[in-house]
């Protein structure tokens, strides 16, 4: 069973900053590629951010130079750093991890960007 535990995520106005993480167990966190994906009502979900196990990163156009993706190898932990936040922003997040051909989802986190 894979775990992927969310937290973080909430209501903030534009310009705003918010910060996800998503823990997973140490055999998952040390192995495998982690992301986030972000799905607004009445669209498919999109890849936001990626963060291979050796700490490359890669961003979805929308949000590079705004986004930031982290490991926290000591807690087996990735972390989503939103700045600048956008009401085109607001989504269900979800923590993702792929492994083979299956892929695993986290619970998902609110994150609406309002006045």
């Known amino acids: 069973q894979v775990q992927l535990v969310e937290s973080g995520g909430g209501l903030v106005q534009p310009g705003g900053s918010l910060r996800l993480s998503c823990a997973t167990t140490r055999s998952i966190f040390s192995r495998y590629a982690m992301g986030w994906y972000r799905q607004a009502p009445g669209k498919q979900r999109e890849l936001v951010a990626r963060i291979t196990s050796s700490g490359s990163t890669n961003y979805a156009d929308s949000v590079k130079g705004r986004f930031t993706i982290s490991r926290d190898n000591a807690k087996s932990m990735i972390h989503l750093q939103m700045n600048s936040l956008k009401s085109e922003d607001t989504a269900v997040y979800y923590c993702?991890?792929?492994?083979?051909?299956?892929?695993?989802w986290g619970q998902g986190t609110q994150v609406t960007v309002s006045s």
């Open positions: 993702n991890v792929r492994i083979g051909i299956d892929n695993f």
